[in-house]
């Protein structure tokens, strides 16, 4: 009897070794985002995205343009004029969480950033030149996205991911008007190395919107849910798709982006654009140089030759006085319709924001004033004519 026992033992401490050795052996890091994105040696008229092909830790060299094919008011609680932190709702913390995986999530930001530096000539050349400008640091102020709210495509579908590695939900925004609402996102509080520019520099707000479905014409819905529902899971990879600058769902036809377009231009863009990052923000009060006012920027921006958003006028202003935003018009690119259709349609932009320091904290010395001294949050005024930067209005005053 002992001895069957100890041949028992042995046997199970034989098999749990051999356990261990196995999962060792299996548990390698999955590769970079970046290797699963085309190389450079893909052809313009391939049917895959524009290919992704990070030169730097903060620019991406712009190849030539060529058709995309697809597949490749008041917030309701009281304005959040906090410090950027991380949410303190549960017991865990995010910021020691964030810590672990911050080497995958800033990769995930710098392929969405490639992305959208390589589809939006405009935001790559004023990005260069203002950096260009006095040696400053880029800070990204936020970075919005929009999304379809329906079948679950809306906020939540792409806002998982960044809750995931420890931003925190804050303000709702409503736009009755554009039958829009949208919500702001705080990034997790932690050090950052010195030097790091763009999506290596602190982490930036993330802002995301949706359109109400539900709201629409059922003629605009019925479309919108045509797409969204032969997605497959499409709606879990949010953040995948906008990595690769790939549609979740199938290149709809011409004619359908024009019957968007009629009613909601925000319903066309996000057909044909998908995930893929709206626009960026520059945090101008972190710049060094003299282009560190918002004013002064602008001027700069008009004297390089760029157009800006001047619906509501260029400069729009909260009514407190303390966010002070500016944006360029988007660029166009030409999109390979289903029905064989090239059209040029409405990309990104790039906008400007400067948070100026909050009352309680005026006569703090300029050389002490930190992020959390200064005005958070977003203004649904601003944000309205921020939306117009992708118009039809505003493109056709662009190409004048």
Not at 54 to 73: D, E, Q, T, Y
Not at 162 to 184: I, N, S, V
Not at 234 to 247: E, P
Not at 369 to 397: C, P, Y
Request: proline residues 6%.
């Amino acid at each position: 009897m002992m001895c069957m026992k100890l041949k028992q033992l042995t046997m199970i401490s034989s098999h749990s070794s051999s356990i261990v050795k196995s999962a060792s052996a299996s548990s390698t890091f999955p590769p970079s985002l970046h290797s699963l994105a085309p190389s450079s040696s893909s052809s313009s008229s391939s049917s895959s995205c524009l290919p992704l092909q990070p030169k730097s830790r903060n620019f991406i060299s712009l190849k030539p343009s060529a058709p995309f094919h697809g597949n490749s008011s008041v917030p309701l609680q009281k304005r959040n004029l906090s410090v950027v932190s991380a949410s303190k709702s549960d017991d865990r913390d995010p910021s020691s969480s964030f810590q672990g995986g911050e080497s995958f999530f800033r990769t995930v930001l710098q392929s969405m950033e490639a992305v959208y530096l390589n589809r939006n000539p405009t935001a790559k050349a004023v990005l260069e030149l203002v950096q260009s400008s006095g040696n400053n640091q880029i800070c990204y102020d936020h970075i919005a996205f929009r999304t379809f709210g329906v079948n679950g495509h809306g906020i939540d579908s792409i806002a998982s991911f960044f809750m995931d590695y420890g931003y925190t939900k804050q303000d709702e925004l409503r736009f009755p008007a554009k039958k829009l609402k949208a919500f702001w996102f705080s990034p997790p509080s932690f050090h950052y190395p010195d030097g790091g520019s763009g999506v290596n520099g602190p982490l930036p707000r993330v802002f995301i919107s949706e359109l109400l479905v539900n709201q629409m014409s059922p003629q605009i819905q019925e479309i919108i849910r045509k797409y969204t529902e032969t997605s497959g899971s499409g709606k879990k990879h949010a953040a995948l798709a906008s990595a690769l600058g790939s549609l979740t769902w199938g290149k709809p036809l011409y004619s359908e982006f024009q019957q968007l377009a009629r009613e909601s231009e925000y319903a066309a863009w996000t057909l044909v654009n998908g995930y893929a990052v709206n626009h960026v923000t520059i945090s101008i009060h972190h710049l060094k140089s003299q282009l560190n006012n918002i004013k002064s920027l602008n001027q700069f921006i008009e004297d390089n030759g760029f157009r800006l958003n001047s619906e509501g006028g260029v400069l729009k202003v909260s009514p407190d006085g303390l966010l002070l935003q500016s944006s360029t018009v988007a660029d166009s690119f030409p999109f390979c319709f289903s029905d064989g259709v090239t059209q040029s349609v409405p990309c990104s932009y790039i906008e400007f924001a400067e948070r100026l320091v909050l009352p309680q904290y005026k006569n703090l010395p300029e050389a002490e004033v930190k992020e959390f001294h200064r005005r958070d949050g977003f203004e649904v005024g601003n944000a309205d004519k921020i939306f117009e930067s992708t118009s039809k209005e505003q493109l056709t005053r662009r190409a004048a």
